[in-house]
T-cell receptor
Framework: AQSVTQLGSHVSVSEGALVLLRCNYSSSVPPYLFWYVQYPNQGLQLLLKYTTGATLVKGINGFEAEFKKSETSFHLTKPSAHMSDAAEYFC???????????FGTGTRLTIIP | DAGVTQSPTHLIKTRGQQVTLRCSPKSGHDTVSWYQQALGQGPQFIFQYYEEEERQRGNFPDRFSGHQFPNYSSELNVNALLLGDSALYLCASMGQPGSYGYTFGSGTRLTVV
């Protein structure tokens, strides 16, 4: 069975500082990995995904994530935080050939002015 | 181009009642999945529909059932509501199989009292 662990349910960073949200996964087969963002009272928006190929994935709004198989990690980063980045972030995993997403419990990102 | 549309946006039901939630997928998408997101948790997969058939199902009781219509829209039905069914119910649609290009709706907030 696949699972996702997001370390830190709440993360606060200053505006302009580096954003680092941690995600570790467990999967018995090569995983597909995703980061989604959820703003209050809204659905999920895809930030980026890794399926195959380059392990450093660039997404929308300046976010990127690196798939590290040896560490079973897929951490999300952004060099400089903006106030508009304040939201809930979810890491998700899927197995190749299975389109079901398994989500982590989320990390709430707060940006300090 | 409209994305995924869900109705209603909010709903209050009494324990023991039945509820039907509706989803219209993004134009060009033919696969619909439903997720339950309890407060403070990540979304959990309920089931997926493709070509009017339930293709796979998560760990939810038979009280949760669904349907997909020829126009690809979908319904989620929950019978004998429990307080624990209170959650945000998200619909996600996908087009090309294997693309993992999910589009999520804004959800239906169900409160069971």
């Amino acid at each position: 069975a696949q699972s996702v662990t997001q370390l830190g349910s709440h993360v606060s960073v200053s505006e302009g500082a580096l954003v680092l949200l941690r995600c570790n996964y467990s999967s018995s087969v090569p995983p597909y990995l995703f980061w989604y963002v959820q703003y209050p009272n809204q659905g999920l928006q895809l930030l980026l995904k890794y399926t195959t190929g380059a392990t450093l994935v660039k997404g929308i709004n300046g976010f990127e994530a690196e798939f590290k198989k040896s560490e079973t990690s897929f951490h999300l980063t952004k060099p400089s935080a903006h106030m508009s980045d304040a939201a809930e972030y979810f890491c998700a995993v899927s197995e190749q050939g299975n389109e079901k997403l398994t989500f982590g419990t989320g990390t709430r990102l707060t940006i300090i002015p | 181009d409209a994305g995924v549309t869900q109705s209603p946006t909010h709903l209050i039901k009494t324990r023991g009642q039945q509820v039907t939630l509706r989803c219209s997928p993004k134009s060009g998408h033919d696969t619909v999945s439903w997720y339950q997101q309890a407060l403070g948790q990540g979304p959990q997969f309920i089931f997926q529909y493709y070509e009017e058939e339930e293709r796979q199902r998560g760990n939810f009781p038979d009280r949760f059932s669904g349907h997909q219509f020829p126009n690809y829209s979908s319904e989620l039905n929950v019978n004998a509501l429990l307080l624990g069914d209170s959650a945000l119910y998200l619909c996600a649609s996908m087009g090309q199989p294997g693309s993992y290009g999910y589009t999520f709706g804004s959800g239906t907030r169900l409160t069971v009292v």
